[in-house]
Each structure stands twice: as C-alpha cells, then as structure tokens.
C-alpha cells in the first residue's frame, strides 16, 4: 500500500470538511442536482472521448495509485548476484528451481526465457516490447484521468451558468439572489475539488509509478543479459548499480 497517497486523501478531505465546518456548515455545500451534473457530465464527456474499453481499464490501472511493488530494485538485484553465481557453477538450467520461487511476472518470464535458450537479442525483443506495449496502457490510463481532471471544472462552470440564468429570470424576487448564488456556485466547488483532489492527483501518481516501474524492468533485462553472457556476480550487481542513486547502492559483497 502507498501510504503517501492514503495520506494526501485523508489529509486532504480533513482540511475541507475543517473549512467547510467552520464556515457556514456542510448542509450549504449540498446540492444533489449539481453533484449530477459534475460527476454524470464528466463520466460521459471522457466516455465520447475514450473508447467504453479504454474507460473501463483505466479502472484496474487505478490500483496502481495506492500499492507499490511487491519487489523492491535492491531486492532485484541482489537476486541476479545469487543466479549469476549459481549459473556460474551449475549451468543456466539450475535456475529453473528459482523460476517458480519468484512473484515477479516479468522477472520469471525473462529468466524462463533465458532457461529455455534464447539468444540474447531475441530475449531482448520480447521483453522490451513487452514493456513498451505496457507503458502504453499505463500512458493510456493516466491520460483518462488527466481528461478527468479537465473536464470536472468545465462542467462545474456550466452548473454555475445553468443557476447563474436561473437566477436572473427571478430578479424580481431579490430575497432568492443570495440563495440562489450561492446554489450556481455550488458546482464550480464540486468540479474544482474533483479535479484538484482527485482526478489530476491520480493522474500524476500513474505517471510516476509508470516511470519507476519501467526503470524496474530495464533492469531486469539488463540483468538477464548478463546472465545470458556468464558476468561476474560482482560485475552484474555493479552493472545494476547504475540504476540507483549512490546513496541507495548496498552491494551484498561488503
């Protein structure tokens, strides 16, 4: 669980149910029929502009934003420097016993591809295709949210003209100005907080986990490559290396 994002939320909602409190009271930030319209429009809106598919995929992606991986790079590369050495003294096929003690799909498919024989640069294909096509839905499903995050304030202005003409067909009655505003602006509120609190913060936090996740899996394949050669663990973990910041490098030859 990334408990960065369970903060933000919490913290988040706190501070505006605190606001709001100690303003003029929750019940004046309820309206029904502009929640409706922010949450209804923006849902259908992002339905024109994706394909039924892609919106409801972007929902799995979603989990994304609040686990982390299961496996962390260290780990990773303390792994390679235990096959490395193991390859080295009992063949490539000896690692077929680790395959099945793994949790990490993309780490179990290269070494199975590596088991199983393959050259190098076809091993190489495979994998990086892999990670392109998956950094596309990735892409793919923080841009939904993106979109979201676009299309809540516009609605949320909309609900704001929609009240705004209502009430000026009824200046004739100035006791329902000040309510009747205060409704117009009820929905600006609603698509603002929607796509500040949530759609675009989501929207980032994909982008980020996309990033760390493909940098995790071109070490992978840099990792599998040197096995494929017979590299030294040595040489392999400081390969590896490269792909931390040095003050996160521990190397388990100390």
Same mark, same amino acid.
């Given at each position: 669980m990334d408990i960065a994002t369970i903060i933000g939320i919490f913290s988040c909602i706190g501070l505006l149910v605190i606001s709001m409190t100690m303003g003029v009271g929750l019940s004046a930030f309820y309206d029904l029929p502009s929640i409706l319209l922010v949450c209804g429009g923006t849902a259908c809106a992002t339905m024109i502009n994706y394909p039924l598919r892609d919106c409801l995929n972007s929902l799995s992606v979603l989990k994304n934003a609040f686990v982390t991986q299961p496996i962390t790079i260290g780990e990773i590369?303390?792994?390679?420097?235990?096959?490395?050495?193991?390859?080295?003294?009992? /063949? &490539?096929?000896?690692?077929?016993? !680790?395959?099945?003690?793994?949790?990490? =799909?993309? *780490?179990?498919? +290269?070494?199975?591809?590596?088991?199983? +024989? *393959?050259? =190098?640069?076809?091993?190489?294909? @495979? *994998?990086?295709?892999?990670?392109s096509f998956q950094e596309s839905r990735?892409? *793919?499903?923080?841009?939904?949210?993106?979109?979201? +995050? !676009?299309?809540?304030?516009?609605? /949320?202005?909309? +609900?704001? &003209? @929609?009240?705004?003409?209502?009430? &000026?067909?009824? &200046?004739?009655?100035?006791?329902? @100005? /000040?309510?009747?505003m205060s409704l117009a602006l009820v929905t600006t509120f609603y698509g603002s907080i929607l796509s500040n609190m949530v759609f675009v913060p989501i929207a980032g936090k994909l982008r980020a986990r996309s990033q760390a996740e493909i940098m995790t899996k071109e070490l992978i394949v840099q990792g599998i490559l040197s096995l494929c050669r017979g590299d030294n663990p040595r040489i392999i973990e400081q390969k590896l290396h490269a792909f931390l910041p040095p003050a996160a490098r521990i190397s388990v030859f100390r």
């Open positions: 590369i303390a792994g390679f420097t235990t096959f490395s050495a193991k390859a080295r003294k009992e /063949g &490539l096929l000896s690692l077929e016993q !680790n395959i099945k003690e793994l949790d990490e =799909p993309f *780490l179990k498919q +290269g070494l199975q591809l590596t088991v199983d +024989g *393959l050259e =190098p640069q076809a091993i190489t294909e @495979i *994998l990086e295709t892999e990670i990735h892409r *793919l499903g923080a841009d939904i949210f993106q979109t979201m +995050g !676009n299309f809540a304030p516009a609605f /949320g202005m909309i +609900g704001t &003209l @929609i009240g705004l003409i209502a009430m &000026l067909r009824s &200046l004739d009655d100035p006791s329902s @100005i /000040g309510p009747s």
